[in-house]
C-alpha cells in the first residue's frame, strides 16, 4: 500500500468519523447543518465537542418547552396537540384537526420545534423568531377557539412526543411532512411517531 492510499483511507475514516457523529447530533435535536460541517471539518475531534454539548442539554433551561401564548379551552374532553413547521402540510393537518375534533376539542396546543443550537443561541435571527412568528400566525387561523402556543427544543419527532405524553394530550396531530428537503410520501418526523405509539398519532 502506497502512501498516498494510506493517506486516502485515512482521510476518508476521519471524514466518516466525523459524519457520523454530526448525525447523532442532529438525531439528539441539534443543527444538523452545523454539525455536518463540523464533522467534515473536525473528524473525530467533533465527538468529545458532541459529548459536551449532550452534557449540557439538560442543564441549560433555554432547552425547557417554553409556553408562549395561553389558550382558551373548549367545551370538549379531547386536548389535542398539533406540530407546526410552517409547512403547508402542518397548516392542512391544523385544519384537519379543527375540523376533525370541532366541538369536541378541550384544550388545542400548537407546538413548534427548534434544535439545541438554535435554543441557546443569542443570535437575532435566529429560527427561533420564525418558528415564534409561523405559532402566532397558525393560532390567529383557528376560529373556534384560541390555542395555545408553545415552543419546544430537541428532535422533532422526540419533542413531540414527549410533550403529548408529560402533558396529558389525547391524540398528537402533525402534517405527513415537514419542510425537510423529502419527497418521500411521509416525512422523517411523521415516519418517526408513526413507530411511535406514546399517544395515539393522526398524520394528515
Do not use: C, N
Request: aromatic residues 4%; neutral net charge.
Amino acid at each position: 500500500m502506497t502512501s498516498t492510499q494510506k493517506l486516502v483511507i485515512i482521510a476518508t475514516l476521519w471524514v466518516l468519523i466525523g459524519m457520523t457523529a454530526s448525525v447523532v447530533m442532529g438525531r439528539r435535536g441539534h443543527s444538523s447543518f452545523s454539525w455536518l460541517l463540523l464533522g467534515a471539518l473536525l473528524g473525530p475531534l467533533v465527538v468529545p465537542i458532541g459529548l459536551s454539548a449532550v452534557r449540557a442539554e439538560k442543564r441549560d433551561p433555554r432547552v425547557h418547552a417554553r409556553p408562549l401564548g395561553e389558550g382558551t379551552s373548549g367545551s370538549g374532553t379531547v386536548d389535542v396537540l398539533v406540530g407546526i413547521d410552517g409547512s403547508v402540510q402542518a397548516a392542512a393537518a391544523l385544519r384537519a384537526a379543527v375540523d376533525l375534533f370541532s366541538d369536541r376539542i378541550g384544550r388545542l396546543t400548537l407546538a413548534g420545534v427548534i434544535d439545541y443550537d438554535s435554543a441557546i443561541s443569542s443570535r437575532p435571527w435566529d429560527t427561533e423568531q420564525v418558528a415564534t412568528e409561523e405559532l402566532e400566525r397558525s393560532a390567529a387561523s383557528v376560529d373556534i377557539l384560541r390555542p395555545a402556543t408553545v415552543l419546544l427544543v430537541g428532535y422533532p419527532p422526540t419533542a413531540l412526543m414527549r410533550h403529548a405524553i408529560e402533558e396529558g394530550y389525547e391524540v398528537l396531530v402533525v402534517g405527513r411532512r415537514g419542510h425537510g428537503a423529502s419527497k418521500t410520501l411521509l416525512g422523517s418526523t411523521a415516519m418517526r411517531l408513526g413507530h411511535e405509539a406514546g399517544v395515539p398519532v393522526l398524520i394528515v
